[in-house]
């Protein structure tokens, strides 16, 4: 749009407000009140039919203002024929007219006529549209919270993009806004109604008085003259109030959001064959059994019948090309190269499940597992310090109707298997009584676990079993797999925002360190050390301090990560060792401490041990000894080394022992207390 018609649309605007103003001042002359009646018409079928073809309700957003303006602008129009009528006796071409034809120059014909127009609009228009306006202002505004979490949930699960989720929200701002304006716009129309039946009153009065008083006219000839003037003078001004009342409830009535109304009424109204036909017989039949003309009910139930027979075959050729087009598009599109790349993209992580498991991820039948799903993210976030990729949910129908799978990057590294309205209870150890169920284990950790029912629950509880609900054994589970893949889901890009949110806050430690020290690749590398070993990479200036302390001696790393670790003691001293409490731990023998670092050979590609077989077997038998100890206890398999040895040993374990926590002394707090309850010897 240039500038020159837009500045000729405000001053239209605003020439056409001015009028209104103007009109309630000055007395205009009867031609120019039949003109600016003519338009005040004109606009009044404008909002009429724009109403009605407008295919969403926000293309009519300005409506409320509209409402306002011409109502103001009906109502200066009112004033001014009002002044001609008592004044001149002559308010225009148009006035008169309207009084003397609708009324056939009859003035109680013409007075009843306008007094059913006025209770159409007054009781049936106006009530419907304001009850209705009420009502979806209220249920629009308490619907936004629900429709706000929809949103997130779609944008989380990877089903709409960050531009399509702000898309969206700003609509549903939109139109919360507009349903609530249009609550109290609609008053505009009640009140423009009320006030033109006050107005009509006062012309049938005045006038009246004015002609006998000031003209010499009889009773009967000023109430003859004055009556069908005052008709005109209504029916000019209700007949555009009418057209904007009914613009009103079309608009706040329309049921579809985008959608061509008068399509779409009429494919309702007579889309359906087989209501034609019912329709069509039962008026045939009032013509041919009752007294009624039967010519005419006959011929149009006939018409029916025939519009019935019409679109069913519409309908049956439009289902066979809309086949057809389906089949040529599947085709067609299997035929495009550039569709081939769109197979070659991986999801991080996914969710499939089968057909059973789909109530418990739509929100339409009381599923919470994408808000399940928003919630794990978060959480992970907040423990670990990295954003998770987005997690795609999808059914499969390969799958058993209970069974789920999760895949990272496209491989399958889980699975499990639910009971629909059933809960899992599990006994934490100190249970004795058993319960009646379905033996299992649960997925996450594979305990042991029994199937119960409802009607069990509460006294499964009772007696101290954990008992968790279905949708959070997949979100565990889910959980759980995602923590122990974490760090190979941390990509380049990902080290790449961390490092730019850094940046905002500490510029000169960033541009230190990346790419002078290291590059990201290296940094990534680091990052996906303590993220393998669950070490929260949160405090991420911590850790790029440390870096940049150490890059210049060393570019190697494991090596760096060691350094990163015993900066972060107090995070890692705290999560596995509880202040006020003596830990069982496994300390490592320092004679096979020597052994290890012996058989390390450094390479540029990293480092690596050179163990025989025979040791390595004989360390691992003797870790495992050690470790059922703690785990008899009931304690946390934890086993401390010296720093140098340290990540060696994990690198050797870690193989064997999937969550075994290897820590150095100097990653230990001074003031925790540690109690030895076995050495690994080799």
Known sequence: MNFKTLKFQDLGVGLYLLAAFVFMIVTIPSGLLDVCIAFNMAVAFAILFNTIFAKEVLDMSLYPTMLLFTTLFRISLNISSTKLILTTGDPGNVVRTFGQYVGGSDIIVGAIVFIVLIIIQFMVINQGSERVAEVTARFTLD???GKQMAIDADL??????DEEAKERRDKLQAESSFFGSMDGAVKYVKGDATAGLVITAINLVGGVAMGVLRQGMTVSDAINTYCILTIGDGLVSQIPSLLISLATGILVTKASKSADFGTLLVGQLFGIPKSLYFVGGTIAFLGIATPLNPVIFIILGALFVIAGRMIQNTVEEARV????????ESAEEIRKPENVMSLLQVDPIELEFGYGIIPLADVNQGGDLLDRVVMIRRQVALDLGTVVPIIRLRDNIQLNPNQYIIKIKGIQVSEGEILFDHYMAMNPGFVEEPITGIETFEPSFHLPAVWITEGQRERAESLGYTVVDCPSIIATHLTEVIRQHISELLTRQDVQNLVDNLKESNPSLVDELVPKLLGLGEIQKVLQNLLKEQISIRDLLTIFETLADYAPMTRDTDVLTEYVRQSLKPAISSKYFPPNEITSV?????????DIMASVKKTEQGAYLTLEPARVKAIMNSTETEIKKLEDAGKAAVVVTSPIVRM??????EDYFKDLVVVSYN????????QSIGMITG
């Open 321 to 328: 090309e809309t086949v057809v087009d389906t089949e040529e």
């Open 667 to 674: 990653e230990i707090d001074s003031n925790v207390e540690l």
């Open 586 to 594: 496994v300390t490592l023998d320092p004679s096979t401490e020597q």
């Open 156 to 161: 989380n699960t990877g089903a709409i993009t």
């Open 648 to 653: 060696y040993f994990k690198k050797l374990t």
């Open 143 to 145: 619907a936004m919270p």
